[in-house]
């Protein structure tokens, strides 16, 4: 990080993710001028614009019996909408997928009744978060279920030959793209943050007063070196800190 005459850093982010754009947003926000090394022509352009875009609410894993994954995205969740909310302006709405369904396979690992046990055991965890939060899932909700659907149902939506119980639930995914639109956007609006796009980072190298510089190569394979940065924090950043953290300091 390069210190600016106003006391504040300039900041290297490698890779123009989700999370990268986001924490580039929000020290802009800040007051810091941010680099953001991205190795594709644009940002949130790859995995965190294909995927599902669901936000979990610990459904899916009834295998891990101490609950620490569901409680962990379950957190994640609850604070999804308030933390967009800093960086892009939005109505949820417009991104929400319809509400999941979760069918279980014949000869699962899981069956139906250990499920139903996990799922309601994600409910309470919930409730828990919420009331130390004050939020709610997606802005909207304050509380979530499974119900265990009947054979009519079921065969709605799946094959019953193969499928033992199903579960209806209000776990929703959200429009990736739209949402990854709305980041760049939000990025072009700025002066604060420079995007290095088509840029791969290939290298770093440190200075004894504890600076670094990036090496990076374009499309036509061109090297440059960055302009120095101070490393320990922005090091510390990556090595210590998830966009929570970062934000809270």
């Known amino acids: 990080m390069l210190r600016n005459r106003d006391g504040l850093g300039r900041v290297a982010i490698i890779g123009g993710g989700l999370v990268g754009t986001c924490t580039a ?9 941010v680099d953001i090394f991205e190795a594709h022509s644009e940002l949130v352009c790859k995995a965190s614009q294909h995927n599902e875009g669901k936000i979990y609410l610990g459904f899916i894993y009834a295998l891990d019996l101490s609950l620490n994954t569901a409680h962990t995205m379950i957190e994640g969740a609850i ?4 933390l967009l909310s800093r960086w892009i302006k939005f109505d949820i709405e417009d991104l929400m997928s ?8 014949k000869g699962t690992l ?8 996990h799922y309601q055991s994600c409910a309470d965890l919930f409730e828990d978060v919420r009331s130390q939060t004050g939020l709610k899932y997606l802005g909207l909700i304050e509380k979530i279920y499974s119900r265990r659907m009947n054979e009519q149902d079921i065969a709605d939506i799946a094959n019953p030959e193969y499928i033992d119980a199903a579960f209806e639930t209000n776990e929703y995914a959200i429009d990736t793209y739209k949402l990854a639109s709305l980041l760049r956007q939000s990025v072009s609006q700025t002066d ?4 290095r796009a088509n840029s791969k980072v290939v290298g770093l190298k440190k200075s004894d007063d504890n600076s670094f510089r990036k090496q990076y190569s374009n499309l036509e394979g061109a090297i440059t070196w960055s302009p120095p940065y101070q490393g320990n924090r922005v090091w510390n950043l990556v090595r210590k800190g998830s966009l929570l953290r970062v934000m809270a300091g």
Do not use: N, W
């Open 25 to 33: 947003l929000e020290l802009s926000d800040r007051g810091y001028k």
């Open 98 to 105: 319809t509400p999941f369904h979760y069918c279980v396979h």
């Open 110 to 117: 899981a069956k139906a009744d250990k499920l139903a046990a």
């Open 79 to 82: 604070q999804f909408v308030e």
């Open 192 to 195: 604060k943050i420079t995007v």
